[in-house]
């Protein structure tokens, strides 16, 4: 059944908390909002209701605040009810959770509960639980970022994000799965022996990638295993993850709050996010939004990334187009050229700069921690993805090796080469007379799993990286966006687009997102059943041998362009996951697979949007 869309939000977590919640404290400007409703004026939530009675895959976040807050429902109920539909739907094959600790979800809600039986206030949150990505911390609870060497590592405080969740009276549900140390949009860990690191997998589709490398956030989400959901991103990482499960996902530039954090640079990236039900508790909302007349600029090329967009990608793009058409909204085509350019000259001195400040920012994490049975060289030769301790090997091991990059490296591409990329965003958006510019999140819709990473192919076989979302852009520019969903490709998995605008826009971006999904709509919930509940999944790592390149040639029979098989241990309640990858080529990549288990590749789409669904009037 649908229901209102989910979101995630990169943003300052507490803006859309005190929002929420009223809590002032958190967000002076905001009014109180004790039960926000959805945003969707048909998702109003019942009225009351008991574990008994209620389908928590009905529940939105608000849904639930208002029944938590009136009382309709304890905080332990509603947690019994997630753990039921958790475990009736046999949820734990999708590997969301890297810890779940039920006893102590259960006794936090009963501490909410007694406080509530006491006669005391438990507003805004009244007992919510949040789903928190595996690189937050959460005192009482290990932060591994899904690496081997910081397995049972409990910090000894909580992120500052998370006092004020659990201020606001709102509960923790677990720590959530990641691409190991948040490195991919795909949050593909291989199976290691003994290294107990496991993939999370898309609940609409568990073949497919769940996007990353805030994977297991949304996924759990999306599968109604939680009302929302914490994320932190650098280069999509919320975003990614929000299109590949029919959520909503937005940047925030007002401001930030990184302490307590692992990540993997101090200057150069990382935005905390959450997924929740959708943006309405924001205080920035403007109700009356309307399409009609909105100025969009559409790129006329996305060189940036790659040569085009799938065909399913660009017919669904196109019908989405031509939908905001109708709606009113003015596309306004221009030539990013420009901005083709400074992600190209800033690219790789952003992948340097993030590289050299690896070590620091590592060490800085231990240090803090006070963990003085590691040193980042522990961390390094832990890594359980063979290409990431390939990739970190010249930035970690600087005291064995020569340093890569260098300080001055270093300053530069802070003071020029990324605000140049800044700039060139700003300059080319002042020059459309837009409100936002907008373009699909990805140039594909979301792949398979053994189809993808390091490259992707397309159907007339030409073999492109893996990076195909356009959320890079963003992310140096700085801009404030939002990704939405925009329909279901021809395998039932969601795909969206994105709009972004300058910094401080945070207040048009969530009105945008109240605009998109009144037009959107919900997306259709996964099955209430995971397609491979009984078994679980094996993804192996298998070395590709041909190295993708824009132009390159055609690969041969003997070469393979990903590096990870995919296959079910065990009996599937999917008698297709059950047979799933043990036959034909290992490690060839093969695409997508329908639902019926038909395979259909991409073909290239050059670009873009026919002119008939391009309007300059107005």
Known sequence: MARSLRMVSICLVVTAFGACAGAQELSRAAPRHVHPRSLLQTAAAPASGTPATIDVALLSATDAIALLCSRNITSVAYVQALFAHYDNGGFACLNSFITLNRPQ????????????????????????????????????YPTTGATPALAGHIPPYSAPLIDMYKQANGIILGKMNLAELSTSIGSINPNIPGNNITTPLNPYNQTKIPGGSSGGSAASVAARIAPWALCEDTGGSCRSPAIANGAMGRTMTDLITLDSILRSSNMTS???????????CNAFIDPNITLKGLRLGLPSNFGWVNPGLSSQMANLTNAALAKLVAAGVVLVPFDSSNLDQAIAVSWAGGTEAGGYELPDALSRYLFRHNYTDLNVLDIFNGINKPTIKSGYE??????????????TDWVEYLSTGRPSVAK????????????????????????ALDAFEPAVQFDNGTVVSANTSFFQIDSISTATA???????????????MQISAPPGQDGLMLSLGLAMERMFGPMPAPPTTAACSGCTANVSYVP?????TLDGPIPNATETWTSYTLTFNGQCASNYLTSYGKSGPVGKGVSLLDTTGIRSNYVNATMLVPAANISTAG
């Not at 010249?394 to 300080?407: C, T």
């Not at 939002?482 to 969206?496: E, K, S």
């Open 424 to 447: 060139a965003w700003r300059d080319t958006f002042a020059a459309q007379d837009v409100q936002a510019f907008l373009y699909p999140g990805s140039a594909v819709t979301v792949q």
């Open 394 to 407: 010249p930035y970690i091991n600087y005291r064995e090796f020569q340093r890569v990059g260098s300080d």
């Open 270 to 280: 990382t935005a905390v996010g959450s997924i929740p039900d959708p943006v309405a």
């Open 544 to 548: 590709a041998n041909y190295n993708a």
């Open 482 to 496: 939002l990704a939405f969903p925009i329909g279901m490709d021809n395998t039932g998995t969601p795909a969206g």
């Open 105 to 140: 979800v259960l006794a936090d809600a009963a501490a909410v509960d007694a406080k509530a039986a006491a006669g005391q206030s438990i507003t805004p949150l009244c007992g919510l639980p949040l789903a928190v990505k595996d690189s937050i911390d959460v005192q009482g």
